[in-house]
Nanobody, 117 residues
């Protein structure tokens, strides 16, 4: 079973920054796309950003483009989400996600990000 462990969430004022981390011990980490999603109370879990296996390709939700940056360190088996210019509407639980070898999904437990106005 693959474990994904998110960290780095917290309370920050609007305009501030946070960096989230998602670490795993998965042996084949460097072979898979990694993603960040977020979920606010009463809302669906939404895509935030993704990064290809070698970091050569990234994608972002329109709502975070220009403010968030996804990156990965395959040697450390960790993916990051640098979040700048945070807004109250960025408040959510942020989840790390990747695929299994059979096409299923692995999810972390989530980390809470709260942005105060």
């Amino acid at each position: 079973q693959v474990q994904l462990v998110e960290s780095g969430g917290g309370l920050v004022q609007a305009g501030g920054s946070l960096r989230l981390s998602c670490a795993t011990s998965r042996r084949t980490f460097s072979s898979y796309t990694m993603r960040w999603f977020r979920q606010s109370p009463g809302k669906e879990r939404d895509f935030v950003a993704s990064i290809s296996w070698n970091g050569g390709s990234t994608a972002y939700a329109d709502s975070v483009k220009g403010r968030f940056t996804i990156s990965r360190d395959n040697a450390k088996k960790t993916v990051y989400l640098q979040m700048n210019s945070l807004k109250p509407e960025d408040t959510a639980v942020y989840y790390c996600n990747t695929d299994s070898s059979t096409g299923n999904s692995y999810w972390g437990q989530g980390t809470q990000v709260t942005v105060s106005s």
